[in-house]
């Protein structure tokens, strides 16, 4: 499969480094243990791994204590936790029209009980304005949830302003940053973040089942556990623990990821979130600027890769995104995803439903010459409907 060109990034990061898969390697050729679940070397070592993901996390997002991320299967189990567990009936809470379903399906439910949303309507290039959000505040509003990055324009929200509004009024603020972790700095007191959901298989360039939540010190007593059972922890008692991070993480933990994530996360630092930043901006700027001198071609966001992360959402006019995204597969070999992104009330936004567009997720290992190659088939896509087009006339 190496002969083709990856531009799905935003689902899934590929390649990974060879850092993440030696890592991998290791564990089950050299360890194989539980952590936490025994007393013997192998156990430590596996359990003192883990330790050093969760340090490399605390290190990405600026974060003081390590033991405040909670491992999970991804973002959406992220978000999960922090939604079921702290709304109540009677809670009113402000979210964005941009926001992925991990974020819009669990809302949604607790509205069946008895939680109010406000959705926040974002112009048609995913953008956000925060006073928007400001005045939608109730008395009873709980709660802030926002992504940091959409996962079909790119868009960039205006986390440090929404924080500051949070902070003001005494909200728990949380982020989905399954887009922007890795790619985008973020640092959890520069924003004012309470809740940070995490993906490991993204841009922290980890494998797919890992995950994670950090909760803001005296949170957890207003969060409840989705499940309960072993930790490895205080097993004479039959209660569940209540310091974190064994409070959210009952269960033999997906080791061998979560040591493939503390790898991929710390090839991140090596590299630096803001070289990553820098080549992925040049990847898009090339992206858009050769899509402008293309007829038939729709982009959507705001087209600046100063203000998105590195995904392009785009239409080529009587094509439609699934056939073209083929077409992209079979004849060019570019990998990329078309559709709704599951994120409705995004294309609703940005007036693409019910199609969807074509989406291109560049990452930091691909390169300029693919961005060209890519450029050069829509434009023979281009040519070719132009040429049946006029065939059939």
Not at 319 to 346: Q, T, V
Request: net charge negative; aromatic share 8%.
């Amino acid at each position: 499969m190496t002969d083709v060109i990856y531009f799905d990034n935003a689902a899934t990061s590929w390649p990974k480094p060879e850092a993440t898969l030696l890592a991998m390697e290791r564990y089950f050729r050299c360890i194989g243990a539980s952590p936490g679940r025994s007393g013997h070397r192998l156990a430590i070592e596996a359990g003192r791994q883990m330790i050093e993901t969760r340090e490399a996390l605390a290190e990405l997002f600026g974060i003081s204590d390590p033991l405040r991320i909670v491992f999970t299967k991804n973002a959406t189990e992220a978000l999960n936790l922090a939604i079921f567990g702290l709304l109540k009936p009677g809670d009113h809470v402000i979210t964005s029209s941009m926001e992925h379903n991990s974020m819009m399906r669990p809302l949604r439910e607790m509205e069946a009980y008895g939680v109010e949303i406000s959705v926040i309507k974002c112009d048609p290039s995913g953008e956000l304005d925060p006073n928007d959000m400001a005045v939608a505040l109730k008395p009873n509003t709980r709660a802030i949830f926002l992504t940091h990055a959409s996962n079909v324009t790119g868009t960039i929200m205006p986390l440090v302003e929404v924080g500051k509004i949070a902070g003001d009024h005494g909200l728990v603020f949380c982020v989905d940053s399954a887009q922007s972790a890795g790619a985008l700095p973020i640092d959890i007191n520069d924003m004012s973040i309470d809740l940070l959901a995490f993906t490991g298989h993204k841009s922290l360039w980890g494998p797919q089942g890992t995950g994670g939540l950090y909760v803001r010190e005296g949170l957890e007593k207003d969060i409840k556990p989705l499940i309960m059972g072993g930790t490895g922890s205080k097993s004479e008692f039959e209660v569940q623990p209540i310091f974190l991070p064994d409070k959210y993480e009952s269960g033999t933990p997906n080791t061998i990821g979560l040591i493939g994530l503390g790898a991929g996360v710390r090839s991140v630092l090596e590299r630096g979130v803001e070289n990553i930043r820098e080549k992925e901006m040049e990847l898009t700027r090339r992206f858009i600027d050769g899509l402008g001198s293309i007829p038939g071609v729709t982009l959507y966001g705001c087209g600046d890769p100063l203000k998105q992360i590195a995904v392009v959402s785009f239409t080529i006019e009587d094509i439609s995104p699934s056939d073209l995204a083929l077409a992209f597969d079979e004849k060019y070999n570019i990998m990329c995803r078309p559709g709704l992104h599951c994120a409705p009330s995004a294309h609703r936004t940005i007036g693409t439903f019910s199609e969807g567009t074509v989406r291109f997720g560049f990452g930091y290992f691909n390169t300029f010459d693919e961005v060209n190659i890519a450029l050069e088939a829509i434009s023979e896509v281009v040519s070719l409907k132009m040429r049946n087009l006029i065939c059939r006339n």
